[in-house]
């Protein structure tokens, strides 16, 4: 390997049973893209650093196989460690820091919580326009108060993702309650019954509430947009956008819950195209400037019956989209946002970092 040669540290987790966890598609296309381009990546846990080098595994496409291999640190690491308490180790703490102080470029820093979120999305007057109503479950008095005011509302795990843990109720005119979940409709008599059965779930593991925003349809279902995006030089760029109608249920339109997606296109309006420019560039710089460098991120967007988008979530480890001409540019975006970054940190030495 010589010094001309780009190598880009991937960092993942370990499952229980001691295998690399991880999106191992995307860590196989990203490997592909970058030979190609000269440079190459290997995968890696936290658990496998030393102070001199790292062991980790890179893929040989002309052997269709992974080997473990001893690399030194690399010019950039991207960080696809797949769970919150993974990431939050000792381990990976100490990862993060001797990055800091070996001036080797980051992202992306870390999880992002669901809460903290919307309070630094609020300071922003041109971003605060989009974002539903939220509140922090604290009590029953106030979660009471916020449902009487909305009449429906959904309720988030403010660490968590792919919609697990989610669920909405709502207040009709008698006080009774129905709360729906991706699996389950239970009705309460009332909203003690409710925080009776409820509220060690939702002080335990931490809750935001958040106003239930009535969903624009298409055929006769709701649907949101989920958003891709990347950092290009100073700036963020649109990857592409998923369109996810609600099936079987409407609590969430996740695939895995049962969505289906739709092309697009079938939607695509200039109005739609210049809300994601905006929130791209807006949310991307936000996150950044408070957080630490984000190279990638996606948004769950949706549009309301009366014709407002809204933002609902910001996610900082997008999963997999299911169209293939989205993956396809995100492999070519990453691929080249890695480049850019060891290009730029070897002329200017003066990039973001991740910032604790």
Not at 136 to 164: A, C, R, T
Request: glycine content about 6%; overall charge negative; proline content about 4%.
């Amino acid at each position: 390997m010589n010094d001309f040669t780009p190598l880009i540290g991937i960092v993942t987790s370990r499952k229980l049973n001691g295998t690399i966890g991880g999106n191992g598609p995307l860590f196989l296309a990203l490997q592909k893209k970058l030979i190609s381009l000269n440079g190459i990546s290997f995968v890696f846990t936290p658990e496998d650093v030393s102070e001199e080098y790292i062991n980790g595994y890179t893929f040989f496409p002309e052997e269709n196989q992974w080997r473990k291999a001893r690399f030194p640190y690399p010019d950039l690491v991207y960080n696809r460690i797949p769970f919150r308490k993974s990431e939050k180790e000792e381990n990976s703490q100490k990862l993060f820091s001797i990055l800091k102080e070996k001036n080797i470029p980051f992202f992306n820093p870390c999880f992002i919580d669901k809460y903290e979120l919307f309070q630094l999305l609020k300071k922003d007057s041109s971003i605060a326009q989009y974002l539903p109503e939220t509140i922090l479950v604290k009590n029953e008095k106030d979660l009471f108060h916020f449902l009487k005011k909305f009449k429906g509302i959904y309720l988030k795990p403010v660490q968590s993702s792919k919609g697990k843990g989610i669920f909405r109720i709502r207040m009709d005119s008698h006080s009774e309650l129905l709360l729906e979940g991706i699996n389950r409709h239970t009705r309460y008599p009332s909203f003690t019954h409710f925080w009776n059965e409820w509220n060690e779930e939702l002080l335990l593991k931490t809750y935001i509430a958040q106003e239930e925003i009535l969903s624009a349809e298409y055929e006769g279902t709701r649907f949101d947009f989920r958003i891709l995006a990347h950092a290009n030089q100073e700036e963020y760029i649109l990857t592409g956008v998923g369109v996810r109608l609600s099936q079987k249920q409407d609590v969430t339109t996740h695939i895995p819950s049962g969505g289906r997606l739709i092309p697009y296109q079938q939607l695509q309006s200039n109005d739609h195209d210049e809300f994601f420019q905006t929130i791209v560039s807006k949310v991307g710089h936000a996150i950044t400037a408070h957080i630490g460098y984000f190279g990638e991120f996606s948004i769950d967007a949706g549009l309301s019956q009366t014709g407002r988008y809204y933002i609902f979530e910001v996610n900082s480890k997008p999963m997999s989209f299911d169209e293939i001409e989205i993956e396809e540019s995100k492999i070519e975006n990453l691929c080249k946002l890695f480049l850019q970054l060891i290009n730029q940190k070897k002329m200017h030495e003066n990039l973001p970092y991740l910032e604790n």
